[in-house]
């Protein structure tokens, strides 16, 4: 019966605990509004400063798994590489250690009390008598940290000094990782209990706790704290179910990283132990109070500290290597190949409508790109003289122009639904834009497969000169110029919008000009030559209009992106309106 209620108030001890870490967690990251966000997603320099802004999120919400999971979400998104993704990872882990510190900082050494109710207090009403929104979020974190406090003292009023028991002293010395498979059931247990609660800074307070009762000694400590790495990578991957194949490949490093962390840990372990001893002054061995409360705390702490550290420094040197081994795993599907599968946008991957919002621009742009590459198979069609490869681009073309009707389908339906949440006027905006941009991406697509099909009769026919492919090769290019220069404002938020779309504008009528010059120029040719033929005129007339058709809706998605399309619109409206005054 003891040793139920035993178990009971730990486990009540350390519900409070998690649920003092969500409240904080929460608070803060309200109180931070988008600025937590916009560090994580502003991680796209390189390896370091993706590390740094990891290093800087944990800390601050004291959470390396919701850290991990905001990483889930931005590169479903596409707003991070994977690369970029894994050195926010890498962060999040040396991040996390702060917990450790602040714990073995006040937790041991004062009486909890003193402050633990009196933040509770204070964070509690807070939130009911204060106007300002910042202060009811602060007010929320508050109350989170002293309900933390809160639960680390229950924890350590459940468990059992260990000189009270000899059969527990007798019980506990099995469990000494003084061999390497006694090393890793340790090691298993700190993960198995991580797993469980779903907190590796909760399975660090209950390992401080006992550290500090003298309940396991100073090795075992180090060696849970081993498995605590393991086992928290178990929510990235929970987040990362249902969510796109880019996103379970950073849940997948993040498992990696602290899996071959904790393998040279393992190897190294006792010379790991060393060296944090000479960091640290002062001894792990005794039973003594200044032991247990100061020493063990800090050295299990700094042993934290510098395996995430070491581990970190070692993974951002190979990191390419690192990211080259997870493709290896998890390599790209066939679908993603092909692009006829939505990439970014998937249910369940974040609730945050934004990201959804952001993750449709990068499909958008991913249509774009299908569009780009539909140009530049009429292009090999245009420039080939093999028959075979110019069959192959002919049929690459048709193969692509489908995928592009299937993913405008799918982005569409995916925008249609989410238009039924709570968006902002701003985001219904953008929604409506994006279905502008699929629906001129998909015409410009079918004039492209169109270009290839009109392409197969003048070759069949033999209607055309060399001249009259080089000048179709000349517009070609022309129109894939612009079409990539276009694709650029889709993703592109700090363009000076007016001069892009004078370049626009002067694009346009160039590709006008070349498409009439172009079909006179074949015409008068043809006719000197006295070799005019209704067929191919008509045939290189078409192409030529296919060409200059793909530039008008070029110049209607810049009009899109750039807001003047709208602008336009709406002064056509108020004219309108006007007028009828």
């Not at 006179?520 to 043809?526: A, G, I, L, Q």
Request: net charge neutral; hydrophobic share 45%; with cysteine.
């Amino acid at each position: 019966m003891e040793g139920i209620l035993l178990f009971f108030n730990l486990l009540g001890g350390l519900g409070v605990f998690l649920l003092g870490i969500k409240m904080m967690s929460d608070g803060l990251q309200k109180a931070a509004g988008n600025r937590l966000r916009k560090i994580i997603s502003g991680a796209t320099g390189n390896r370091f400063t993706a590390t740094f802004s990891g290093i800087l999120v944990t800390s601050i919400i004291q959470s390396s798994s919701a850290t991990t999971v905001m990483v889930v979400g931005f590169v479903s998104a596409g707003l991070l590489t994977l690369t970029q993704s894994l050195g926010v990872i890498f962060g999040a882990n040396i991040g996390t250690t702060t917990t450790a510190w602040i714990i073995s900082l006040l937790g041991f050494k004062v009486d909890i009390a003193l402050f633990a109710m009196p933040m509770i207090g204070l964070g509690f009403f807070s939130q009911f008598v204060s106007k300002w929104p910042i202060v009811r979020r602060i007010g929320e974190a508050m109350l989170g940290f002293g309900l933390l406090f809160l639960g680390l003292s229950l924890i350590k009023s459940a468990i059992p000094d260990v000189q009270s028991s000899s059969a527990t002293i007798e019980w506990i010395t099995k469990f000494r990782p003084d061999t390497l498979w006694s090393l890793l059931a340790v090691v298993g247990v700190g993960t198995g209990l991580t797993v469980i609660f779903q907190s590796s800074s909760a399975v660090m307070a209950v390992t401080l706790t006992c550290a500090a009762k003298g309940l396991i000694d100073y090795p075992t400590a180090c060696a849970l704290v081993l498995g605590e790495n393991i086992g928290t990578t178990i929510t990235a991957n929970i987040a990362a179910i249902g969510a796109p194949r880019a996103a379970k490949r950073a849940a997948l490093g993040h498992m990696m990283f602290n899996i071959l962390g904790v393998i040279w840990a393992i190897a190294l372990f006792h010379p790991l132990l060393s060296l944090v001893d000479w960091i640290v002054p002062g001894t792990t061995e005794g039973t003594g109070s200044e032991v247990l409360l100061v020493s063990i705390p800090y050295h299990l702490s700094a042993f934290h500290t510098t395996f995430n550290i070491i581990n970190t420094c070692v993974m951002l040197v190979f990191i390419k290597q690192f990211e080259k081994l997870i493709m290896m795993i998890m390599p790209l599907k066939r679908s993603e190949e092909e692009q006829t599968d939505l990439v970014y946008l998937k249910a369940g991957v974040t609730a945050t409508p934004e990201l959804f919002i952001e993750a449709a621009r990068r499909e958008v742009d991913r249509m774009a790109g299908l569009v780009e590459s539909i140009i530049s198979k009429d292009l090999h069609a245009i420039k080939t003289d093999s028959p075979k490869l110019f069959e192959r681009s002919v049929e690459d073309v048709h193969a692509k122009e489908k995928a592009s009707d299937v993913l405008e389908y799918k982005i569409n339906d995916f925008l249609k639904n989410l238009t039924h949440d709570q968006l902002s006027r701003d985001m219904i905006t953008d929604v409506m834009a994006m279905f502008d941009l699929t629906n001129y991406l998909e015409k410009m697509a079918d004039h492209g497969d169109k270009i290839a099909i009109l392409l197969n009769k003048a070759r069949s026919i033999n209607a055309f000169e060399q001249q009259d492919y080089d000048k179709l090769e000349t517009i070609g290019l022309r129109v894939k110029k612009i079409l990539k220069d276009t694709r650029a404002t889709i993703l592109n938020y700090d363009m000076d919008k007016e001069r892009v779309m004078q370049l626009a504008l002067e694009r346009e009528r160039e590709l006008n000009e070349m498409r009439h010059s172009f079909r006179d120029d074949k015409t008068s040719r043809d006719f000197t030559q006295q070799q005019l033929s209704p067929v191919a005129i008509t045939l290189y007339t078409d192409i030529l209009t296919s060409f200059e058709k793909i530039g008008d809706y070029a110049l209607n998605i810049v009009e899109t992106t750039t807001g003047v399309r709208d602008k336009m619109l709406k002064e056509g409206r108020n004219a309108s309106v006007g007028g009828k005054k």
